[in-house]
């Protein structure tokens, strides 16, 4: 298998350029600094070009886009990691 580890966030990816689908597989290390979430539950994600964009096209209530990116924010900061 090719693997690529990602040392920031301590995690192992693979799959994603081989995958006709685009499926990434990830294995994470005990101590990997990525929310629980992601790391126990299987899930859908989307890359975009421009974030606030999608967020704005998809949601119609402001207050819920400014809800959900201060989530973000808020879940990132502390672990000092950007998006995830």
Known sequence: MDETYLSRFKF???GFGSSPFGIEWMRFDSDSPVNELL???PHIAFEVDNLDFELYF???DVE????FKNYLYAETANKNLGYI
Do not use: L, N
């Open 12 to 14: 192992y990816v693979s």
């Open 39 to 41: 790391k126990r539950v």
């Open 58 to 60: 998809e949601f119609d």
């Open 64 to 67: 819920k886009i400014a809800a």
